[in-house]
């Protein structure tokens, strides 16, 4: 099979193995996978990310970047075979999405589109763990699906601050997981919904998944009392940007008892002056992926149409594309997702 992989810290076209499925394992054919912003931080971060792994312990810590990773997480594929010890609930054909983790008969976890045995949605087959596998409905098209696994982390991210009707909602970065914390915090009953953003587009996009308005931080501190909220001061913050110093730059500007939801991924230590939040008493989570409840979540809420993702989708490409789209996933000017299909050159 053709793959985009990644090898060196260089993408390119190459011919892999169709992986065989072993036990509670299935093979499928790709029909289009998204690229991620993760995608991008993988080829330029792999060997810290997989470093720190291996010193505190997670995902990445059994990759082996000496061998070509064929990346892709976010995916929509259909059923070709079942592996011993499956379900079979999905019929042979039938399309499907799934959470990216993988158990072996061992125990061995894995990350698919991570590790170089467990081929992602750039790769014209993979093989996915079946219990974290989801039927797509029919009435969700291929290009909607792939955006199932990304709004499953936004809605993660918005649950893990238990939100309530009564707070008033700042949410920093609107990129794919902002945006889908946006989605989650419209689902929670959040009215007050402020999101901070460089990107003149990128807000915008905000409000049509239901802010209430966007600001340039650069401009407008977001902290504040706000006027359109009667005065009302953000109470719970949601870090979506994941560079270093961000939560040194929140706590100064919030009240007592207010909470932080720390959902950026940042390699960089993070120097943290406790003072100022024993002195407001805050709370601050550490959001991580999603969870079946989030993806089944995702899926129906874009299946009745309860979260329009459609804005974020961009064009489709195919493997030979892979490299120059992922280098452009910086640059907030790009669609939040583009799709590729690994059946075109």
Not at 38 to 67: C, P, R, W
Not at 255 to 279: F, K, T
């Amino acid at each position: 099979m053709y793959a985009a992989t990644l090898l060196n810290g260089e993408i390119t076209v190459s011919e892999l193995p169709v992986p065989t499925p072993g036990p509670m394992q299935v093979l499928v054919k790709t029909r289009l996978c998204a690229i991620c912003a993760s995608d991008a931080h993988f080829v330029t971060s792999a060997e810290a990310m997989v470093a720190n792994s291996q010193k505190f312990g997670g995902a990445y810590a059994g990759i082996d970047l000496s061998q070509p990773i064929a990346m892709g997480h976010e995916f929509v594929a259909e059923v070709v075979e079942y592996g011993p010890g499956t379900q079979q609930q999905v019929p042979v054909g039938g399309r499907v999405t799934a959470i990216p983790g993988m158990v072996d008969e061992q125990g061995n976890v894995g990350i698919v589109g991570y590790y170089g045995h467990l081929p992602g949605g750039f790769a014209e087959y993979m093989v996915l763990f079946e219990p974290l596998m989801f039927a797509v409905p029919d009435e969700v098209s291929d290009e909607l699906a792939t955006l199932v696994e990304p709004l499953a982390v936004g809605l993660e991210h918005a649950r893990s601050g238990n939100p309530t009707p009564e707070d008033v909602a700042l949410v920093i970065g609107a990129g794919a997981i902002g945006l889908g914390v946006v989605a989650g915090l419209k689902k929670a009953g959040v009215q007050r919904i402020v999101v901070a953003d460089l990107d003149p587009g990128r807000r915008e996009l905000a409000v049509q998944m239901g802010a209430t308005f966007g600001v340039d931080p650069r401009v407008t501190s977001p902290y504040g009392p706000q006027d359109a909220f009667d005065g009302a001061q953000v109470n719970l913050v949601y870090e979506c940007v994941g560079r270093r110093g961000m939560l040194n730059q929140i706590i100064p500007g919030l009240g007592v008892g207010a909470r932080i939801v720390m959902g950026g991924y940042s390699l960089e230590p993070e120097e943290l002056m406790v003072p100022p939040a024993q002195d407001r008493r805050l709370t601050i989570h550490f959001a991580s992926g999603e969870e079946y409840q989030d993806m089944a979540l995702a899926l129906a809420s874009i299946a009745d149409g309860s979260i329009d993702v459609r804005p974020w989708l961009g064009r489709t490409i195919g493997l030979s594309e892979v490299a120059s789209a992922v280098a452009a996933m910086g640059d907030p000017s790009a669609p939040v997702r583009t799709l590729v299909d690994p059946s075109r050159p």
